[in-house]
């Protein structure tokens, strides 16, 4: 345990791409509730952590497998009806601006959560291999979902050239 982080500097590295996951997968008015649980979840399994994957690796998977929780818990609520009328109104909003990160969110939202946390990890440059990790899933199924995440959104954002 002597060349694991302390968790005051594990959450000082991971702090924005908790706050990211927390913001994708938090619906308005709930994001804190979900850094918090994030927090929290990491604080508890920290001392567990076993250093096989890498301290990043590990945080994303702890925050995506909270965010996906705490998600199921929202639908469970029976806040679906309110989650779904503000996803139209912040794609609406997104769509009537053209800057790159509201083009990336409008993608995101209509992929599924699995294919959002392989957007996540892929953009902050993690191996296809960590990312298998994290989600549970094979590494050959995680290159394959790159691939049909990557032709989706060339198709409906690049459009065609010619």
Request: charged residues 25%.
């Amino acid at each position: 345990m002597d060349t694991q982080p302390s968790f005051e500097q594990m959450l000082a590295e991971n702090d924005g791409r908790i706050r990211y996951i927390a913001s994708r997968y938090g619906g308005p008015g709930e994001r804190e509730d979900m850094y918090q649980e994030i927090l929290l979840q990491l604080w508890r399994s920290y001392e567990s952590f076993s250093g096989r994957a890498s301290i990043g690796t590990w945080v994303y998977k702890v925050a995506l497998n909270t965010a996906n929780s705490f998600v199921r818990n929202r639908v469970k609520r029976n806040d679906l009806h309110h989650s779904i009328s503000n996803h139209v109104a912040q794609q609406s909003e997104a769509e009537h601006t053209g800057c790159q990160a509201d083009i990336l969110t409008q993608f995101m939202d209509r992929l599924g959560d699995i294919d959002v946390g392989v957007l996540i990890m892929y953009l902050d440059g993690l191996k296809s291999e960590d990312i298998a990790e994290v989600l549970g899933i094979s590494d050959n199924a995680v290159r394959s979902r790159i691939k049909r995440i990557k032709r989706e959104f060339e198709q409906n954002f690049v459009g065609d050239e010619s």
